[in-house]
Nanobody
Framework: QVQLVESGGGLVQAGGSLRLSCAAS????????MGWFRQAPGKEHEFVAA????????YYADSVKGRFTISRDNAKNMVYLQMNSLKPEDAAVYYC????????????????????WGQGTQVTVSS
C-alpha cells in the first residue's frame, strides 16, 4: 500500500489561509484519484475535495467551494489543498487519502472508497 504523509496544518485566524501538502510513496501515484477529508471531534470523516488521477477534474464539498483548491503534482507524488478564507467551522484534522481503484472516481466523496490514509494534520482556526 501507498504511504501518505500530510503536512502544513497549524493555527490560523479566521479569514486566513493555509496550504496542506500530502506526500505519497510509490510509483503508481499518478494512476489514482486523491481526496482530502476532515474530521472534527465527535464527528465522522467529512469529504472536502478530490482530484482525478490526471488532475483534470476536481470535486468540492459545498461548504468549501470557492475557498479551497485541490491540486496535484504527479512528478513529485504530491497533492495539495490550498485553503483560503478559513472559518472556525473548518477546524479539524485533515487527511489525504487515495482512492481504492486506479483510474476511477466512483463515489469519490465516500470515505469507504479510499483504501490508504495519512495520519492527518491538525487545522485550528481562531475566531
Amino acid at each position: 500500500q501507498v504511504q501518505l504523509v500530510e503536512s502544513g496544518g497549524g493555527l490560523v485566524q479566521a479569514g486566513g489561509s493555509l496550504r496542506l501538502s500530502c506526500a505519497a510513496s510509490g510509483r503508481t501515484f499518478s494512476r489514482y484519484a486523491m481526496g482530502w477529508f476532515r474530521q472534527a471531534p465527535g464527528k465522522e470523516h467529512e469529504f472536502v475535495a478530490a482530484i482525478t488521477w490526471s488532475g483534470g477534474s476536481t470535486y468540492y464539498a459545498d461548504s468549501v467551494k470557492g475557498r479551497f483548491t485541490i491540486s496535484r503534482d504527479n512528478a513529485k507524488n504530491m497533492v495539495y489543498l490550498q485553503m483560503n478564507s478559513l472559518k472556525p467551522e473548518d477546524a479539524a484534522v485533515y487527511y489525504c487519502a487515495r482512492h481504492r481503484l486506479p483510474s476511477s472516481i466512483i463515489r469519490v466523496i465516500i470515505p469507504d472508497e479510499y483504501d490508504s490514509w495519512g495520519q492527518g494534520t491538525q487545522v485550528t482556526v481562531s475566531s
